[in-house]
């Protein structure tokens, strides 16, 4: 019995820890482009099923098999939720893919991408146009590679209707653990226009890791003035194997109150015609969120400040 | 930079092969229980983060961690569906999670389960109490160790009100094979009552591994006549590292139209307390299937027959 | 191309992390015993190839395939060095596969058997019959859980014509860290006899980790007075991957002056018929050691002493 | 306990299944080079400890850190045992590294170097250097691309002193099944003069997998006539974590009648200073094989030829 069912491995692999219960070996057919930049390793590789994939640090970022679906889940509800995003600020987004749902939106007359790591970007626009497609050169889009945080805090009364927070999570050590705190926040708050929406990616949700979503579903709560609407939700991200968290913070719309019939008008007015999971229909399915993660929220919410940030163990 | 991010591993593990994508390698702190049966190979391991873990056949079956979501999953939308189910089957369920989530119904006043494997399920009885709590034992449970389509087939009449099948999947020469059929799903109307509610666990519900689910929800809905309600839906099953896919096929009363309301009610009417997943908040986003599901049911749907069964690589 | 090279694990594995390099993934058919002692956790498999498999800490430890190997050249170059081995010393050896290696040479009277951790003897009584068929009950046998160098100190004068030292490597932390010194070897060298001779697994004998069998050498070589010949030689041990390095020390005898001749007459005279890997005929290439492990030994070598012991990194 | 032993994987991977009993993980810092030829797949990689490195289809093929062990075990010898080489030829050696080391004997006017594969040598030459040293440049060497069977054929009458065949093992479908059997060891012998030398790879010389050398040294040893002596013997090679066997059958000059002096006495007229391996000293240990061997000889050993060539799984 032990024969038929029993295969060892051979070939070459990415090997990312997840939690201390599994590890994952991802099989890679080819190496495509290697390399690091001041901040991080990069892999882009070829792959079974998945196709040309992204790594970060040994750690699995998009693939071409549902890239579409993190980035939707990203971009989409927020610039939908608004609506006339006429000027948006994407913080991160190295891959240009979160630029690229942006700018589908045809009310955008200017998107600032800040991303600090210049490298990457270079390297992405050459190796990556199926996430970008080239809209780096879009008029609208304006690339800077600087702290998002420095640009947030720079640029107050700058009226940005939406801004994208497409960073990776508040590692212990790593360049965006000052990016998920209260203070930050406020600063976000003061860039944002009289009825702005403030998106993030923040991290998975599932039931080993819901702690960095509730911590920042906790400290965005704790804003009320500045944001009265906080909304968790989540995209099915195949590549992350997990459901993968998102918080929307709004100071006057309410991505809850959101038809069916008014998201279609919406999008159809704007011409955006290249969703493929954000639809009208699922757009409430996506909001609400599983009951482990209300009870996460519950247990394991804190808010996060500069003194005392979000510790992500790499 | 590699010093710090690269590590090897020590230890034991389980791999379990996912697509020809991924390789999960399963930590395992102790193997508590190991053997194999006529049918299948079985190990009950200690995990960190999962906890207690049944695998066969290296295939991660349930974990302490989140058995409650499949099981919930599997059981609770069609008990709720039904407005009195009395007369319940379960065929394969061989943890007893399965048994113990219907007699949650005091509705409930017969509950047969057909298992093949009586081996399994004696081992099941003593080293998996947290997921059985002994309701072998409860009067109304009646515990069978026969072939599930042969039990279905030679109960036409019997007037289930619901038939949950939580057995493998159809894999080329498995014993489900044949139960995920067209002549396998006209038996189970048959055995089920005039307003009977029949579910079934149909496989992934992710973009690398839809085949199953597509081509069972088109067999069902090719039975318009038996089953004029035939609904998708999933549930996010940590333990698996995908949201999981079932399928509800009804002949009278629709899912749909469950209002949190009239679900909440039901639950309360009869004593079902435990629902820790399933809750009335949640059902309708539970039946609302991504689009890339969508999209695989009409791209990969097709009629499955004893002729022609779906054959899944193992 | 790919598809036919290309393959993925599925099943269970024991994964040892060798160097930095490589990390093995030893298959395992079945866990037959697990558990932990006081000191160390343990492991019986049934490997495919291998066989029975003992691993202690997740390292692999001997294996039915040539755990003769292994102990053989443990046991069978000293004791025939001596022209008369009457009492024997065995520091750890926990298998029983040394004593039983010692116990064949029927000059012996007495042979003290130490090791520490009185739980994983008392395990592999019961579960590695194979390895010391049953001689823990030879009457010329005596068992003690002791610590090894505490024996040692407290027998001086003892007369011992040979001790064999099997025990784990000088780990940080471990229990074995102060029986690899020079203070240690002075004390074993007062408790053997005037022409006694020691012996001591000492490590790796490849080119990736020689460090330790390299000190080893050098700790032993500082004793001049006390052992005039100091002759490291190895195994090629298959189970562990690697040749596996041994040192003998000797105040009179040199083990490179047998003849296959004399090696012949006195396994022969003492009724030795068991040994399958150390042979009058192999004798010689066994302490031939490859230039990289006599260039290690001059690189690499340093005195090893209770203030400055070496560290294995586990 | 267990914390502080267990770990897991993050990082790149190069998966080699050996036997059924052990998989090898090697950890990989670059992938430098990565393609594949008509033959073959590459990859050329940087690796902790080993440093540059060579797989071919998914194998370790050899490392910078002890390519040296491999290859002057492959050629030294029989060079070495020859008192005049002036004609060789290298069936394979794609590395280079062969040739290399026969050009090192001045004794040798003319080095046919036969590998079919030309795209792997043309890669070769520009990225590993380290072990041809530009050698293909020097005036004697002749390299072909053609198969070696075929020109050994052609060869016949050609009077080589010394043929080195370091070829793949006679994989199933593999280019080489057909250079490890009894009707090309004939050619072989045509192609030599009356004091030749012809030494081959033969595969693992561990337990596990004795199983192809023993055929090959049955096969020659029928061939008493041509090859009055046949001698196996091995390399200690780490980066194959195993040692790794070669056969050498003369027609009249016995490796084993070599003294360490008349050998120290031929490489220092030849002008030969580069062995770090294969030293005067060390010579007759290598020539001496394993109990074990002798034992797989015996038992596994059959003579192989065009009907019934040697199926090594790949």
């Known amino acids: 019995m032990s024969d038929r069912l029993f295969s060892q491995s051979t070939g070459m692999f990415i090997a990312e820890t997840h939690t201390d219960a599994v590890t994952w070996h991802f099989s890679v057919d080819r190496f495509l482009v ?22 970060l640090d040994y750690k699995i970022q998009s693939s071409l098999l549902d890239e579409y679906v993190y980035h939707e889940s990203m971009v ?3 610039m939908t939720t608004h609506p006339n995003p006429k000027k948006v600020l994407v ?59 420095k640009w947030v805090e720079d640029h107050k009364g700058a009226n940005y ?16 653990l000052y990016l998920y705190t209260k203070e930050y926040f406020q600063r976000v708050a ?8 403030f998106v993030l990616q923040s991290g ?8 960095c979503f509730a911590a920042v579903h906790e400290t965005l709560d704790s804003l009320k003035e500045q944001f009265p609407y906080v909304r968790g939700y989540y995209g099915l991200v195949t590549t992350f194997q997990m459901p993968w968290g998102f918080i929307l913070a709004s100071k006057k719309h309410d991505p809850l109150e959101l038809t069916p019939e008014l998201i279609a008008q919406r999008l159809a007015e ?13 757009h409430s399915a996506m909001f609400t969120l599983p009951e482990y993660m209300l009870r996460a929220i519950k247990q394991h919410g804190r808010i996060l400040t500069d003194a005392e940030p979000f510790l992500w163990e790499a």
């Not at 600032?112 to 996430?131: G, I, P, Q, S, Y």
């Not at 003061?190 to 929406?197: H, I, K």
């Not at 949700?205 to 819901?210: D, G």
């Open 204 to 211: 998975a949700c599932n039931e080993t890791y819901p702690y």
């Open 270 to 282: 704007r011409g955006v015609t290249t969703n493929r999971y954000y639809t009208p229909r699922f």
């Open 34 to 55: 290697e390399g690091h930049t001041q901040f991080q390793q990069y892999q882009i590789v070829e792959m079974p099923t998945f196709g040309k994939t992204l790594f």
């Open 76 to 78: 989409q509800p927020a």
């Open 190 to 197: 003061e860039a944002l226009s009289d009825d702005g929406v």
């Open 161 to 176: 209707d939406v801004i994208l927070s497409d960073l990776p999570g508040p590692i212990e050590g790593g360049p965006a």
């Open 91 to 149: 913080c991160g987004g190295g891959e240009g893919a979160t630029l690229w749902q942006a700018l589908q939106h045809n009310t955008v007359e200017h998107c600032d991408m800040v991303d600090l790591d210049e490298e990457l970007v270079d390297m992405v626009k050459v190796h990556m146009k199926e996430w970008h497609h080239d809209c780096f050169d879009d008029p609208r889009a304006n690339l800077v590679h600087k702290d998002a945080r």
